[in-house]
């Protein structure tokens, strides 16, 4: 079974400082990782994935995250926090379900940006 | 491209009645649908797998009963809560992908009164 762990429900930076959300798995198989932003009321929005090549991944609004399997991690980052950035965060991993891929969400992280 | 809609996006029902919520993927075909439940401040909780043209896989503790899934088309999955209840208020979330990505409508909020 596959599990995603998010330390740290709320994280507080001051506008323009390194923003570190920490994320570790659980997965039997090679994993397929998903950062994902919610803000109220609405869906989730993709920021990266991770699935197979380079371990450094570069996603959408300047964040990016590094698988690394030997800490089974895959932290979010972004060098310069922008008010924006205030949202919840969820990290994710998946499996082949059928035709698709399901997902398990780690519990999320509160972003909040400090001016 | 990859486009998942719900409708409606709320939706304040009276206890005991059924609410049918709409999810429809726009650019391209869902065999495989996925709704998710995420009460306030919380993580999103799977549901139930909704496949193309066969019955749905619901997930440990959820009543296939009161939540009735039907996927007839490789574009249309309705997620249907029956007979609603107070603390079946909740915002409910679908999801359309392949086995690379999902994709994910912006939600539904379900108040029952």
């Known amino acids: 079974a596959q599990s995603v762990t998010q330390l740290g429900s709320h994280v507080s930076v001051s506008e323009g400082a390194l923003v570190l959300l920490r994320c570790n798995y659980s997965?039997?198989?090679?994993?397929?990782l998903f950062w994902y932003v919610q803000y109220p009321n609405q869906g989730l929005q993709l920021l990266l994935k991770?699935?197979?090549?380079?371990?450094l991944v570069k996603g959408i609004n300047g964040f990016e995250a590094e698988f690394k399997k030997s800490e089974t991690s895959f932290h979010l980052t972004k060098p310069s926090a922008h008010m924006s950035d205030a949202a919840e965060y969820f990290c994710?991993?998946?499996?082949?379900?059928?035709?698709?891929?399901?997902?398990?969400f780690g519990s999320g992280t509160q972003l909040t940006v400090l001016p | 491209g990859a486009v998942v809609s719900q409708h409606p996006s709320w939706v304040i029902c009276k206890s005991g009645t059924s609410v049918k919520i709409e999810c429809r993927s726009l650019?391209?075909?869902?065999?495989?649908m996925f709704w998710y439940r995420q009460f306030p401040k919380q993580s999103l909780m799977l549901m139930a797998t909704?496949?193309?043209?066969?019955?749905?896989?619901?997930e440990q503790g959820v009543e296939k009963d009161k939540f009735l899934i039907n996927h007839a088309s490789l574009t249309l999955s309705t997620l249907t809560v029956t007979s609603a209840h107070p603390e079946d208020s909740s915002f409910y979330i679908c999801?359309?992908?392949?086995?690379?990505?999902?994709?994910f409508g912006p939600g539904t909020r379900l108040t029952v009164t």
């Open positions: 999801s359309a992908g392949t086995i690379y990505e999902q994709y």
């Open positions: 997965s039997s198989v090679p994993p397929y």
């Open positions: 991770y699935t197979t090549g380079a371990t």
């Open positions: 994710a991993v998946s499996e082949i379900s059928g035709s698709a891929r399901q997902l398990t």
């Open positions: 650019d391209f075909q869902a065999t495989t």
């Open positions: 909704s496949n193309e043209g066969s019955k749905a896989t619901y």
